[in-house]
Every structure is written in structure tokens, then in C-alpha cells.
């Protein structure tokens, strides 16, 4: 991984948040005070992390929201914004194979994470992020959330709420170019790597197709300096090549 004498972000000032602390989201927090030595590091998520600037959060709670939108200002002006957040299965909730298996309270749940809990996310902090700055929102989308490379089918609640959320997050971009045009939202596919989340999953994948949180971080943190406010809105693989909406 680079450090920050060969950072972009080397003399960025401000703050950094990156919501969800699990595999990849502890892999970037460690990664990033090489990158921007002078960013305020932050995380946030329901699971809870030791440390002076952890914020708890849970996306599908409003008033949680609220609360994280209160400390805005403590977060301003937040120069690099990652959500890592995402829900594939839990409990009851399971990726559907097949049409019998779709829920109304799955699709909702699916929703409520992986399409809703990102744009309100950026709602509640968008006080805090720079007009006049350049500044960065990625969010982690999926390849399976591609309509145009669908060609499998199933996981109806998983594609549909990762295709939301690229449209709703690409719509964002558009009105950030009017009101922080040197924003830059990007959506980030960061491959199929060793987490819970792809872990019943990946008995298919080929050791070289198997990330390490660590390797997926470093991905991410070496091609998203190189974004520019006029790639705002883009789809990205873990390689920085564009995926069909």
C-alpha cells in the first residue's frame, strides 16, 4: 500500500468517516492514517469499537440517523465519507434462489440497508461535506446489482436493493455537481472477499478471486484519490474498470 508521500490525500485537512467496522471497514481504518495523515479518522456502525471517535449507528433506525446528523458540525468539513455497510443474510434472511422464496419482509430489509441506509446517510451528513472542497462518498454497491449483467438470476432482494441504491446514489451526484461540485460520489464493487458477509457464499470462488479485507482496502484507497468530480456517479469494480448499470 502506498504511503501519504505518495498519497493524493497526503495534505488533505479535515475529517474522514468510514461507516461499518467489519472486515473491510477495520481494514480501511487501519489503512488510512498512512494515506491522510492530517484527516480527524472516524468510524461509525452498530458494532461497537474502542476509540475516542466512534459514533454508534444503525441505518435502518431514523432516530440513530438523527442523532449521527446532530454531530455534523464536529464532522465538518468531512473530506472522505466510506460506507461499507451491507446486509446479505441474517437469520431468516437468505438470498432467494427462486421466486417462492421472495418475502415482502426480506425485500424490506434488503432495502432498508442496502439502498435507503446509504442515501440517508448522506443526508444526514451533508452538512458537513465541503462546497468548496474536494471531497469523496463511496459506497460499497455489488456486481450482482448490475441489470445489465444479470445473467443468473435469484438473490431478487440483494440485486434489486444494490440496483436502488446505485440509482438513487447516482441521482445524488447529479444535484452534487449543482450544490458541491467538487464532491465526488462513487459506487464501489470491492469484489468477493473473506468477510462474514460472503462467507456461506464463496465455496465456488478461486483462491485468486478471494480477497483479504486488507487487499480490498487497498483497492479502494488506490483508485479512489484518482476519481475526479467529473467521474461522480460511476459504477466500479474492485479494479476500477465501469460496470453496466
Not at 77 to 86: N, V
Not at 148 to 171: E, F, I
Amino acid at each position: 500500500m502506498a504511503d501519504s508521500s505518495t498519497s493524493p490525500w497526503a495534505d488533505w485537512q479535515g475529517h474522514a468517516l468510514v461507516v461499518g467496522v467489519g472486515g473491510i471497514g477495520q481494514a480501511l481504518l487501519d489503512a488510512l492514517p498512512a494515506r491522510a495523515p492530517a484527516l480527524t479518522l472516524w468510524s461509525a456502525g452498530r458494532r461497537s469499537r474502542s476509540g475516542p471517535r466512534h459514533l454508534p449507528l444503525d441505518l435502518s433506525n431514523d432516530a440513530s440517523l438523527a442523532a449521527l446528523a446532530a454531530r455534523a458540525a464536529e464532522l465538518t468539513p468531512l473530506r472522505l465519507l466510506i460506507c461499507t455497510a451491507g446486509l446479505l443474510h441474517d437469520g431468516e434472511l437468505q438470498p432467494e434462489k427462486r421466486l417462492a422464496r421472495v418475502r415482502r419482509a426480506q425485500l424490506e430489509r434488503s432495502f432498508t440497508v442496502n439502498a435507503w441506509g446509504p442515501l440517508l446517510l448522506a443526508q444526514a451528513l451533508e452538512a458537513a461535506v465541503p462546497r468548496h472542497q474536494p471531497s469523496h462518498f463511496a459506497s460499497f454497491s455489488a456486481r450482482v446489482g448490475s441489470i445489465g449483467d444479470n445473467r443468473s438470476g435469484g438473490w431478487y432482494s440483494y440485486r434489486a436493493a444494490k440496483a436502488a441504491q446505485n440509482q438513487l446514489l447516482r441521482t445524488l451526484a447529479l444535484e452534487w455537481r449543482r450544490t458541491r461540485p467538487q464532491a465526488c460520489v462513487t459506487l464501489w464493487h470491492p469484489g468477493t472477499t473473506a468477510t462474514g458477509l460472503s462467507a456461506p457464499f464463496r465455496g465456488g470462488v478461486p483462491p485468486e478471486g478471494l480477497f483479504t479485507p486488507e487487499r480490498a482496502a487497498g483497492h479502494l484507497l488506490d483508485r479512489l484519490p484518482h476519481q475526479t468530480p467529473e467521474d461522480s456517479g460511476a459504477f466500479l469494480a474492485w479494479d476500477g474498470s465501469p460496470i453496466p448499470w
